[in-house]
């Protein structure tokens, strides 16, 4: 998908990503908090400022932004994305709090080791696969060494997911790619593999069963799944 494409989606994203997940019986932010509380674990466990500066790649119309803020109070955020619509939608909401920068042709504007961290939530697979090794090594351009990049993506294994972003009028140009593939053009672009976790295997239906998931996180059914990789 390129720019004009997300911008055409950006006024309806939220009312059709609601629609869209509702096989799961939550509300999109639910998958926000639940990707951000992740990123916040990892930045902990990797000894990295609770302070310090992180990008959201791809961050389109602010879904992780909230989230972000309620984890990490401290931390500066960087939203960056290539469709403008998107941004100016974010922006109405959170003004200046956050700073938002536009891509217009997918390169990132930013100085080397210019980030603790990043994270992409289900990016990678708007992005043309032979691009993916190019990008990899722009993220980890503009990460400090040793910081954290986490990418959230859709797990092709599970069929649930298929059929989701099958129906998905904003994933028409979608192409799924599984953790193993995500992994090695990691490591092909410099960086290193920290953790590789599913997650997301009961519905609101089965809220009770969630406290399981910490322990299905070997699992390759999970709706998704984050690759943790070290700059």
């Known amino acids: ?40 674990s990892l930045v902990n466990e990797m000894g990295l400022p609770s302070n310090g500066r992180y990008l959201d790649f791809g961050g389109g119309i602010g879904a992780s ?45 930013f100085a080397t080791a210019e980030f603790d961290g990043a994270f992409a939530c289900c990016v990678f697979h708007h992005v043309p696969h032979e691009q993916h090794l190019n990008l990899l090594r722009e993220l980890r351009r503009v990460i400090k060494p040793g910081g954290l990049l986490m990418i959230y993506e859709h797990n092709p294994y599970n069929p649930l997911t298929v059929r989701s972003v099958r129906t ?34 009961f519905p609101a ?10 322990w299905l996180r070997w699992f390759p059914l999970g709706a998704q799944y984050f690759v943790a990789l070290k700059a």
């Open 205 to 214: 239906a089965l809220a009770k069963l969630r406290p399981l998931e910490n």
């Open 168 to 201: 998905c009028p904003f994933d028409e140009n979608a192409v799924l790619l599984n953790a193993s593939q995500l992994q090695r053009t990691s490591v092909a672009a410099g960086l290193r593999t920290y953790k590789c976790d599913y997650r997301v295997f």
């Open 1 to 40: 998908m390129n720019n004009s494409e997300f911008d055409r989606h950006a006024e309806r994203y939220r009312e059709l990503h609601e629609r869209n997940i509702s096989i799961s019986g939550e509300e999109p932010i639910y998958f926000a908090n639940y990707k951000m509380r992740d990123f916040t």
């Open 65 to 109: 932004i909230g989230p972000f803020r309620e984890h990490m109070p401290q931390a500066k955020l960087v939203s960056a994305d290539i469709s403008a619509e998107s941004l100016a939608m974010s922006k109405r909401i959170y003004g200046d709090a956050v700073e938002h920068v536009w891509m217009p042709d997918g390169t990132l504007p």
